[in-house]
């Protein structure tokens, strides 16, 4: 079945402790994204992969991390968690930003006390 | 600065009526729109893409796109309860990424 992967789907944390949420794609897409959901805010992009080795910040990239090694794989990495992090987050994918109709991961809920 | 914009809602439709949702993009050169479903909790979900002026129909669903006026329109038959979800409008300009509105809330009564 052709679909992206998060783990985990919720955590709680503490601030300052770094935390790593994976995302996984099985559809050879190159184009891969994380977003976070806040109420009133909408979708914003953090970050986004226009292929293996090559990442650009989105809106809003402060506090956090990716890294593009495999095409399928994308992870989200806080280093230092905070309170303002807490949010719902989707990493989604397409085949090419050319082609950019994304396929959305089923969220991961972070709240960081 | 991109900008789409969406009416935040709640849209209320009777079921079996047309629910008609609005979206207006502040790029002219935007080249592709897209509308998502997102039922509460969940993901956003792909229902429809377009990408040249006119309709495109779907089942009970229809896109219309108006470039000349930036705006972009889904509007949806015989609504249903389960209809009852936030869409989403996104835009993509050419090689950029996408950017979503708010959402419009739906709420389809029985």
């Known amino acids: 079945e052709a679909q992206v992967t998060q783990n985990p789907r919720y955590l709680i944390t503490v601030t300052g402790k770094k935390l790593t949420v994976t995302c996984s794609q099985n559809?050879?897409?190159?184009?891969m994204s994380w977003y976070r959901q806040d109420p009133g805010l909408g979708l914003r992009q953090i970050y986004y992969?226009?292929?293996?080795?090559?990442?650009d910040k989105g809106d809003v990239p402060e506090g956090y991390k990716v890294s593009r090694k495999e095409k399928r794989n994308f992870p989200l990495i806080l280093e230092s968690p905070s309170p303002n992090q807490t949010s719902l987050y989707f990493c989604?994918?397409?085949?090419?930003?050319?082609?950019?109709?994304?396929?959305f991961g089923p969220g991961t809920r972070l709240t960081v006390l | 600065q991109k900008e789409v914009e969406q009416n935040s809602g709640p849209l209320s439709v009777p079921e079996g009526a047309i629910a008609s949702l609005n979206c207006t993009y502040s790029d002219r050169g935007s080249q592709s729109f897209f509308w998502y479903r997102q039922y509460s909790g969940k993901s956003p979900e792909l229902i429809m893409s377009?990408?040249?002026?006119g309709d495109k129909e779907d089942g009970r669903f229809t896109a219309q796109l108006n470039k000349a006026s930036q705006y972009v329109s889904l509007l949806i038959r015989d609504s249903q309860p389960s209809d009852s979800a936030t869409y989403l409008c996104a835009v993509n300009l050419g090689y950029s990424t996408l950017t979503f509105g708010k959402g419009t809330m739906l709420l389809v009564s029985p």
């Open positions: 377009i990408y040249s002026n």
């Open positions: 559809m050879n897409h190159e184009y």
């Open positions: 989604a994918s397409s085949l090419s930003l050319a082609n950019n109709e994304q396929f």
């Open positions: 992969s226009m292929n293996v080795e090559v990442t």
